[in-house]
């Protein structure tokens, strides 16, 4: 198990209030790593951080829209005054759930500005001062989506490509300084946020993580970058990856369609 410790003495999380990111509030809190929490709902941010103080850390709670223009600025002043060791980007599920020409570009920016634009700017500002204490951890959750092209995921297939390369990258870029870099990949996972967009968890042959096992997983993985495939998905990942794009995209939404009874 990777010594937590090292990423200490706080940790950042935007989407730290629930899911995936509420459990790994909940693993560095065991740890004794302090925290700074982001989310939009301030009763979800609360429970957490009330679970996590009840583990003997101290956690600051910003209840912020990572789109919102001043956001960054105000987690940079909210965090001034401590030693941020690693930084996890959660937020980032897919919001727009339309074909590319039938809806707004605005729904689809959206989409683009929390995965790609919000993100690049905290790993700019918390990744500096990591590289030169050569200490520290950035972890980016990722998707399954990122592998290929899907039907009504166009833009979001899109981001969770960038945010794997980006990681690729930064990892080869920050190894030598010690600072660990880790894409966690996840497929379907039981959080709030899918359930209330009525994702069927139910549904057979569809493989289901839970959101602590796959946080555990990630944190157990930090210094094993760029790409951790959570939850077993490692061979559908592979299948989803080669030259020849249309085989596997067609195979990939024809196989979707018959998992959700829609073909
Ligand atoms: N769940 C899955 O099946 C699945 C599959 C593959 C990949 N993933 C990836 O896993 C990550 C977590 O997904 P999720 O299903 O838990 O949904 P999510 O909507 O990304 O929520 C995760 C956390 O982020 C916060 N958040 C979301 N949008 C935010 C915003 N604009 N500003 C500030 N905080 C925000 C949420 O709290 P608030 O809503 O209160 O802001 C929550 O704490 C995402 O990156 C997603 O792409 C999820």
Not at 159 to 165: D, E, Y
Not at 225 to 254: C, F, K, Q, T, Y
């Amino acid at each position: 198990m990777t010594d937590l410790t090292k990423y200490g003495p706080w940790a950042v999380i935007a989407g730290g209030s629930e899911g995936v990111g509420a459990e790994f509030a909940r693993l560095l809190a065991e740890a004794g790593i302090n925290l700074v929490l982001i989310a939009r709902k301030p009763e979800p941010l609360a429970q957490t951080a009330g679970v996590c103080r009840d583990l003997g850390v101290e956690v600051r709670e910003l209840v912020l829209d990572l789109l919102a223009s001043e956001s960054v600025s105000t987690i940079v002043e909210a965090t001034a005054d401590v030693e941020v060791g690693l930084l996890i980007y959660n937020a980032g599920a897919n919001t727009a759930r339309s074909p590319f020409l039938d809806a707004p570009l605005l729904d689809f920016q959206r989409v683009l500005d929390l995965n790609v634009t919000a993100m690049l700017a905290l790993v700019q500002h918390f990744a500096r001062p990591m590289r030169d204490r050569r200490r520290g951890g950035v972890l980016l959750v990722g998707s399954m989506a990122g592998t290929h092209g899907s039907h009504a995921q166009s833009i979001y297939t899109g981001v969770k490509a960038f945010g794997r390369l980006f990681a690729e990258s930064l990892w080869l870029e920050l190894r030598e300084y010690d600072v660990d870099v880790l894409e966690l990949v996840l497929g379907v996972t039981r959080t709030p946020a899918m359930a209330r967009v009525g994702l069927n968890f139910d549904v057979p042959g569809l493989r289901v993580s839970e959101p602590a096992d796959v946080a555990a997983e990630g944190l157990a993985n930090l210094t094993n970058g760029p790409v951790m495939v959570a939850g077993g998905n490692g061979p559908a990942v592979e299948r989803g990856s080669g030259p020849d794009r249309a085989r596997i995209v067609l195979g990939a939404h024809e196989a979707m369609m018959a998992l959700t009874g829609k073909r």
